[in-house]
């Protein structure tokens, strides 16, 4: 009998070949987590990990995540970017336990097994024994036992990581297009003006959909339209990478009045007429990147965003916590050259930006209300229609087309 | 040497702010500030290390008012409440016009489900002024939050 239960619950868990459906239970279900872990996060992806200005000097290092998997990135004594597992051959527990710091080698606190730069194991406290008696077995081999590596690669000073060995090369997996964007604005050293971190009750995946989701923006966050930050009715359109896997969502600012008539014509909350802020100060900006484009979200799959609203630059390291929790870790920047009046600018924009940012705050409560809102379901199915059902880089942004692009690429990486 | 500065007087004045907060009195909220003031929320980790940047900054009392508008008409978040319990404000340094002090804060937020959770703990950095009129008023008001981490959303000021 209870067989027969299992049967009809793997039943119900199908999923039709296509992208304009996505079955509720892929937000829902400890089997997929799992997979996710191995064949995403573990698998031929990059994993955003740090800034290489956030470890400058050799020595120099941070504790991050791949997926929920513990790592350390740090700058050997050559200058080389190392990374692997925070997690100790010999019982698992972690090696380090600051989020950053320097180090000549890394020593696990609980036995003092000792690590290099490299993340070979280099000592085993007692290996002799003590007075001759205890200690390893003669024929334990340091060189076969340690945490596991990852490849490092670094664009625009972005380091990334993959477990996997036949990962394609980050120029390859993220494409031409998408490296000119990150360059575009991560195009001379960065400073970091703070970090924040943001816990929200839902899947990943309901996060990564949301960022790469050029409809809701302007329904949902009032705050961007009204101030004719973003409207879909501006020059603007998505880039979608080849796979899916990456996007940009871009627009300018059209200082001429804007026609509101497709935005009155559908009564949309977002819409309101009037609406002044009594300090506008908050939104001077500059054209820094001498084009106009006022808004360049990127995405790199399978968790990073790079955002640069009008002067805010922010970086978002999105982590799976478990299948109805994630990790936001916010990294804001400036450029190290910034004069005082542009890093005043920057800190008054970022009021826009992060958990209590004026056109962000939403996205920290929307994939919530989407989590608790489809509990009890398992056959239902969310549409991802707009803008019909490719994939293809287009000139609007009323389209769904780069959600559909993540779940092409995941669907691939899934083998779902 | 008498001063404007008392220990009741400040306990007083954080006790209305929190007061006005928690009691969804918000459109009185700026008026606790000077009209150039800095109100910034950061964390114990960026303090620290001297990084400037907020989840709010606000270098103006305008600002204040800008955040508790779009918070009434344009963001949108679940039903929420605070409840602040405030410490014995220290006063660190002072002369006629100007103390800065420090004060021990948490808040407890109360969600639509009735979950009642700590939201965040932390230390107010201010300089507190008095104006004219006598009244106590914040001319910065630093929100040093001890943890980095924000459940879901900071919508309500602390």
């Known amino acids: 009998m209870e067989m027969k239960l299992n049967d009809m619950r793997d039943s119900k868990r199908t999923w039709e070949p296509g992208l304009t459906r996505v079955p509720y239970w892929i937000y829902r279900d400890a089997g997929v987590y799992r997979n996710e872990q191995q064949r995403i996060f573990q698998g031929p992806t990059w994993n955003y990990l740090c800034l290489e200005a956030e470890i400058a000097e050799p020595g120099d290092y941070r504790t991050t995540f791949a997926g929920d998997t513990p790592v350390i990135v740090v700058r050997d004594e050559e200058g080389e970017l190392q990374a692997f597992e925070n997690r100790c051959a010999h019982r698992g527990a972690l090696i380090a336990l600051k989020d950053s710091g320097k180090a000549e080698d890394f020593t696990c606190v609980y036995h003092a097994w000792r690590y290099d730069l490299q993340g070979?194991?280099?000592g085993v406290a007692f290996e002799q024994g003590v007075n001759g008696k205890g200690g390893m077995p003669p024929d334990f081999c340091k060189e076969q036992h340690g945490p596991r590596k990852l490849r490092t690669a670094?664009?625009?000073?972005l380091v990334?990581?993959?477990?996997?060995e036949d990962v394609p090369s980050i120029e390859e997996y993220l494409g031409d297009t998408i490296v000119?964007?990150?360059?575009?604005?991560?195009?001379?050293?960065v400073e970091v003006l703070g970090r924040f971190k943001q816990t929200i009750p839902n899947n990943w995946k309901l996060y990564m959909e949301n960022v790469k989701d050029s409809y809701h923006a302007s329904l949902l966050h009032v705050f961007f339209t009204t101030f004719n930050l973003n409207r879909?009715?501006?020059k603007g359109g998505v880039i979608i990478s080849e796979t899916g896997a990456h996007h940009v969502s871009w627009s300018k600012v059209d200082h001429k009045p804007q026609s509101n008539s497709a935005y009155s014509a559908e009564k949309l909350r977002s819409d309101k007429e009037g609406y002044t802020l009594a300090d506008p100060s908050m939104l001077d900006g500059v054209d820094e990147f001498g084009d106009g484009v006022t808004l360049q979200i990127l995405s790199v799959f399978p968790g990073f965003v790079l955002a640069q609203i009008q002067n805010t630059l922010a970086i978002r390291q999105i982590l799976p916590a478990g299948i109805d929790k994630t990790v936001l870790n916010w990294t804001y920047l400036g450029f190290t050259d910034d004069t005082p009046e542009l890093r005043r600018m920057r800190l008054k924009q970022l009021n826009l930006t992060g958990s209590a940012g004026f056109i962000s705050m939403e996205d920290g409560a929307v994939g919530g209300f989407v989590q608790r809102g489809i509990a009890g379901t398992d056959e239902e199915l969310a549409i991802l229609e707009m803008g019909g059902a490719s994939i293809e880089t287009q000139d609007n942004r009323t389209t769904?087309?780069?959600?559909?692009?993540f779940w092409n690429a995941y669907r691939g990486y899934m083998e779902i | 040497m008498t001063t404007v500065f008392t220990q009741e007087r400040l306990g007083a004045l954080n006790a209305m702010y929190a007061r006005c907060i928690d009691n969804d009195q918000l459109e009185q909220w700026p008026d606790f500030f000077t009209e150039q003031c800095l109100y910034l929320i950061t964390n114990a980790d960026n303090h620290a290390a001297g990084m400037q940047a907020g989840m709010v900054y606000a270098d103006t009392r305008a600002m204040l008012q800008d955040r508790v508008l779009a918070m009434r008409d344009a963001n949108v978040y679940e039903d929420q409440r605070y409840r602040h319990i405030v410490g014995a404000p220290l006063v660190l340094e002072q002369d006629a016009t100007l103390a800065v002090v420090e004060t021990p804060f948490l808040v407890a937020r109360i969600m639509r489900d009735g979950g009642t959770e700590v939201f965040a703990t932390g230390r107010y950095l201010d300089?507190?002024?008095h104006e004219e009129d006598a009244a106590l008023k914040f001319a910065e008001r630093v929100v040093v939050c001890d943890s980095?981490?924000?459940?879901?959303?900071?919508?309500?000021?602390?």
């Open chain 1, 232 to 234: 879909l009715s501006q």
């Open chain 1, 160 to 164: 990334f990581g993959s477990f996997d």
């Open chain 1, 180 to 189: 000119e964007k990150i360059e575009r604005v991560l195009s001379k050293p």
């Open chain 1, 120 to 122: 070979n194991l280099k």
């Open chain 2, 148 to 158: 980095s981490n924000i459940d879901t959303l900071l919508v309500i000021p602390l």
């Open chain 1, 400 to 405: 769904e087309a780069s959600v559909r692009g």
């Open chain 1, 154 to 157: 670094t664009v625009g000073g």
């Open chain 2, 127 to 129: 300089r507190v002024v």
